[in-house]
């Protein structure tokens, strides 16, 4: 693609596409830039950023924005939802039928619009975060609880 837009095929751009193309995640452009700058020393942030925005911009790849600092990148162009974890930003791929197809036809119906791609992200808490943070809330509620009642019994002499 960045051939065919006439731009020069460096050996950094052809690192950061071949990157692009072996990763099964879904990276920031820091990490993109960390995993390369071992191996090619020469490469720099700004020239990962620009490549990463061309490549956007020519819909090789797709940004990934929830936040400020949290931009990644989808290398996949398969159909699929990512479901992205508020707390520790994970991404996974579901690639299981969503209704998307249901949905586009009920929004055609009811407005009259034809879309013609779906990009569709699921917001939330991974399993294991979602874990973590029940485990956070119970032991916030015990710690209410002995601040709140601090003469608890323990023992059948304390009773006496």
């Known amino acids: 693609m960045l051939k065919r837009a006439g731009l020069r095929l460096t050996p950094q751009r052809m690192a950061i596409c071949a990157y692009l193309a072996h990763t099964e ?7 993109v830039y960390e995993e390369l700058a071992a191996t090619h020393p020469g490469i720099s942030r700004a020239t990962v950023y620009n490549t990463l925005n061309t490549l956007r911009e020519l819909g090789a790849i797709v940004e990934l924005s929830f936040g400020s600092d949290h931009t990644h990148y989808e290398t996949n162009t398969q159909p699929h939802v990512n479901l992205i974890c ?3 930003h994970k991404i996974i791929d579901y690639y299981g039928d969503p209704g998307v197809d249901a949905l586009m036809e009920r929004v055609r ?3 009259g619009f034809q ?4 990009k569709l992200d699921l917001v939330g808490f991974c399993e294991e975060c979602r874990l973590q943070r029940l485990d956070e809330i119970r032991a916030m509620l015990k710690t209410a609880a002995q601040d709140k009642f601090p003469q608890t019994r323990n023992s059948k002499e304390e009773i006496v």
């Open 25 to 31: 995640r879904h990276p920031s452009a820091y990490q």
């Open 86 to 88: 508020l707390r520790c």
């Open 109 to 111: 119906q009811e407005t």
């Open 115 to 118: 879309s013609v791609a779906v």
